[in-house]
């Protein structure tokens, strides 16, 4: 289907919630830090890809997962944000393109999200009950079939009320990015059910089993006193809860906010608290290649061997210059005794 549909945004529908932040400001909030998490994407998908151990690794499996779903909504859905920053409400496409920008942005996006409360399922049973996953048939059913469910659910669910809604095609813009929404989250039932289920549920499963994460892995090397086994879990533990920290910055508000609208408390503040804290929720996506760059020990040891052999190169290339003189010197002293 090609044909154009009737867009509305905030101000058409006499929307006053508007962010207090100007659209050239936002243009930049999200410019550079795209810009930047698309190159640190690119650098840690290489090293967990190409490196045998990180991708073998099985808490590494859904970080790469991850990590390519920010990069596809970091080379689609944002610049079509800044591009909307750009010319806004003058900006008219198809109903194709639509529905192409509103699958993309929702399937990346509600992904990343549920995806990442899997990670944290997920790792409680590598840390403590890694018994599970020691022959093939169980990894297939602890790790991967879970994995691969969870993928085909989000696809199937946005490629049904996404490409093929059963309402009527008027969608609204994001007022604060402007992807445009949805009609089938308007009613009432799939509003309730894809807020619940891909808001309220992973986010809160993120933060409790984050929080039990850090008490048990605590408690294990202190009660128990296993500093053997300490030292193994440690990168999947920092790996974790570093990145639970970012979706608890800039997650928690935007949940919090949107449980209130939930409950009916959609006040001025409210609505006004809501919009700005769904604009900074975004850069999850963009900070969460440095927090899986900055938690990996193996990458950052590969950093800073680039750093040192440039500056080992350095100091060798200025050696024969310094080192020279003096030899020179001592077979000026040399020579002259040799004829005596």
Same mark, same amino acid.
């Given at each position: ?15 006053? #919630?508007?962010?207090?932040? @100007? %659209? ?5 909030? +999200?410019?550079?830090?795209? *810009?930047?998490?698309? &190159? /640190? ?102 790790? #991967?079939?879970?994995?691969? @469910? %969870? ?5 199937? +669910?946005?490629?049904?009320? *996404?490409?093929?809604? &059963? /309402? ?133 040891k590969k950093i800073k061997k680039i750093f040192f052999c440039r500056k080992q190169r350095q100091i060798i290339a200025h050696l024969p210059l310094s080192a020279n003189a003096p030899i020179q010197k001592r ?8 004829h005596l």
């Amino acid at each position: 289907m090609t044909s154009s549909y009737s867009i509305l945004n905030e101000k058409d529908l006499g929307n006053p #919630y508007e962010l207090r932040i @100007s %659209v050239y400001t936002r243009f930049w909030l +999200y410019l550079i830090p795209n *810009i930047c998490s698309v &190159f /640190c994407s690119f650098f840690v998908l290489y090293h967990f890809l190409f490196d045998r151990t990180l991708r073998q690794a099985l808490n590494n499996h859904i970080i790469i997962v991850l990590l390519f779903i920010g990069l596809i909504y970091e080379i689609t859905s944002v610049p079509l944000m800044l591009y909307w920053y750009q010319v806004g409400t003058a900006w008219k496409f198809t109903l194709t393109f639509a529905h192409f920008w509103t699958f993309v942005d929702y399937l990346c996006y509600s992904t990343q999200i549920v995806g990442f409360a899997y990670a944290s399922i997920e790792r409680h049973i590598l840390i403590f009950h890694n018994n599970w996953v020691s022959t093939k048939k169980r990894r297939f059913w602890v790790h #991967y079939f879970p994995l691969t @469910s %969870v993928l085909i659910y989000k696809i199937v +669910y946005y490629v049904w009320i *996404i490409l093929f809604p &059963f /309402c009527e095609e008027v969608i609204r813009q994001s007022p604060f990015n402007g992807v445009p929404m949805s009609c089938v989250l308007g009613v009432p039932f799939f509003y309730k059910y894809n807020t619940i289920s891909h808001q309220f549920v992973p986010v809160g499963l993120i933060i409790i089993l984050n929080i039990a994460l850090f008490l048990r892995v605590i408690w294990q090397k202190t009660r128990m006193n296993r500093s053997v086994e300490w030292r193994k879990q440690r990168k999947m533990t920092t790996q974790l809860l570093s990145a639970s920290i970012l979706y608890f910055i800039f997650m928690g508000p935007r949940t919090l906010f949107q449980f209130c609208r939930f409950l009916g408390l959609e006040t001025n503040d409210i609505l006004v608290l809501y919009y700005h804290s769904a604009f900074f929720a975004n850069y999850i996506m963009f900070l969460f290649p440095f927090v899986c760059c900055g938690s990996i020990p193996e990458v950052g040891k590969k950093i800073k061997k680039i750093f040192f052999c440039r500056k080992q190169r350095q100091i060798i290339a200025h050696l024969p210059l310094s080192a020279n003189a003096p030899i020179q010197k001592r077979t000026n002293q040399i020579v002259p005794t040799a004829h005596l």
